[in-house]
């Protein structure tokens, strides 16, 4: 596929429904570590996880989406995206190799970023399906699709997606140089430290009790500054986190304010519009009816 192919698909599929009908959020959570915002934590002790902040980070997000709403782990899927992965893990590894050390095996099991999934399963009983997914284009958009196919599984009540983002390194710099390719996306390296991490999660079902806020595909939203029409959007690299934490905040701003806002991941890209309240109930009805009849 030439570039010019390539860009033209791109926007086309930005402009796509993402989701067929409605999601309910259930929950979200955020954690992060040595990024230097306000709401860092010390990294969280993982048994048989070390070194690196993806697992540890990835699991505590779950954690708090879990804890905050219990459900049926056999009804509840997973997914889990992140462009790179453990890079902090496989740089170590490779780095031990290359120096004659003894190998690691801890170091090779915790690389695979289904690790940390096989751990939250155990720990929660989780059953269901689970997915690792790596994208350059938007984790949000990916993981809410990912969640709209599941749950059109009548075994499946819950989805709960989880996003991770490691700071830079060498072998993360090679990465997104690689990644660049030949035709001229740029894949910049993260600004953040090398031992830095971001993970959010949001714990999703279909609409209706107990679902306070809805979210639904809105039609792409062209914007040319750094942010959508009411503030909510930050334009990021390809395959940040950021949607997946400007979702998490949209969300517990509705919680308390109640409402409709516009959440923009990028322009032109896939928008989704959050409603809480009464009116997302009525949406989420109309619209999932409709969806049923087609």
Not at 23 to 46: M, Y
Not at 75 to 99: E, I, K, N, P, Q
Not at 103 to 125: C, D, I, K, W
Not at 264 to 272: L, M
Request: aromatic letters at 4%; hydrophobic letters at 35%.
């Amino acid at each position: 596929m030439t570039p010019t192919e390539n860009s033209t698909t791109t926007a086309e599929n930005a402009r796509k429904t993402v989701l067929r009908s409605p999601l309910g959020i259930l929950s979200t959570a955020t954690a992060t570590h040595g990024t230097g915002r306000d709401d860092d934590i010390p990294l969280p002790r993982l048994p048989g996880f070390v070194e690196s902040a993806f697992s540890p980070l990835a699991y505590e997000a779950a954690r708090q989406c879990l804890a905050e709403r219990p459900g049926d782990g056999s009804r509840t899927a997973v997914a889990l995206a992140s462009t790179t992965g453990d890079t902090t893990t496989a740089d170590l590894a490779s780095r031990r190799m290359v120096s004659g050390r003894v190998h690691n095996p801890l170091l090779f099991m915790q690389a695979t970023p289904n690790s940390v999934l096989g751990y939250l399963s155990r720990e929660f009983g989780i059953t269901g399906q689970m997915f690792s997914l790596s994208t350059l284009d938007d984790p949000l958009t990916e993981l809410l699709s990912m969640a709209d196919l599941l749950l059109e599984d009548p075994e499946v009540d819950r989805v709960l997606v989880v996003g991770v983002e490691l700071g830079g390194g060498e072998r993360l710099a090679a990465v997104c140089e690689e990644l660049a390719g030949d035709d001229g996306r740029s894949v910049p390296v993260p600004a953040l430290p090398a031992d830095a991490g971001l993970a959010a999660a949001v714990l999703l079902g279909r609409p209706g009790t107990g679902t306070p806020v809805s979210v639904r595909s809105a039609e792409a939203y062209e914007n040319d500054g750094d942010a959508n029409a009411d503030g909510t959007g930050t334009r990021a690299h390809p395959g940040s986190v950021q949607s997946l934490f400007d979702l998490v905040g949209l969300h517990r701003r509705l919680l308390r304010e109640g409402g409709s806002h516009l959440l923009v991941t990028d322009s032109p890209a896939p928008a989704f519009l959050l409603t809480a309240g009464t009116e997302a109930t009525t949406t989420a009805r109309n619209e999932t009816e409709t969806h049923a009849h087609q």
